[in-house]
Nanobody, 116 residues
Framework: QVQLVESGGGLVQPGGSLRLSCSAS????????MGWYRQAPGKQRELVAA???????NYLDSVKGRFTISRDNFKNTLSLQMNSLTPEDTAVYYC??????????WGQGTQVTISA
């Protein structure tokens, strides 16, 4: 079955960095658009960054220049390098694999907390 397993979340101080990883199995990883979403308490889930099968990326405006999404199609992994973190980045971060509007998978999420 399809599994997306996130790792790398945790507690860091403002200005710090974290690297999230998502290991995918059960899908033909290289043909999927992969993305990172986040959901803060009381807020809607939002797209943070995405990368297409061809490597095109897009980012939420508030993370541009601070976050970098990447993928390794040989290892079936998705990564999100997050720098200059602020308390506003605190959320549960979810890995997403999307082929079309019907075929769409989610990981279980990993908590990222930015606090002094």
């Amino acid at each position: 079955q399809v599994q997306l397993v996130e790792s790398g979340g945790g507690l860091v101080q403002p200005g710090g960095s974290l690297r999230l990883s998502c290991s995918a199995s059960g899908i033909n990883f290289k043909i999927y658009t992969m993305g990172w979403y986040r959901q803060a308490p009381g807020k809607q889930r939002e797209l943070v960054a995405a990368i297409t099968s061809g490597g095109t990326t897009n980012y939420l405006d508030s993370v541009k220049g601070r976050f970098t999404i990447s993928r390794d199609n040989f290892k079936n992994t998705l990564s999100l390098q997050m720098n200059s973190l602020t308390p506003e980045d605190t959320a549960v971060y979810y890995c997403n694999a999307r082929l079309n509007s019907v075929i769409n998978y989610w990981g279980q999420g990993t908590q990222v907390t930015i606090s002094a």
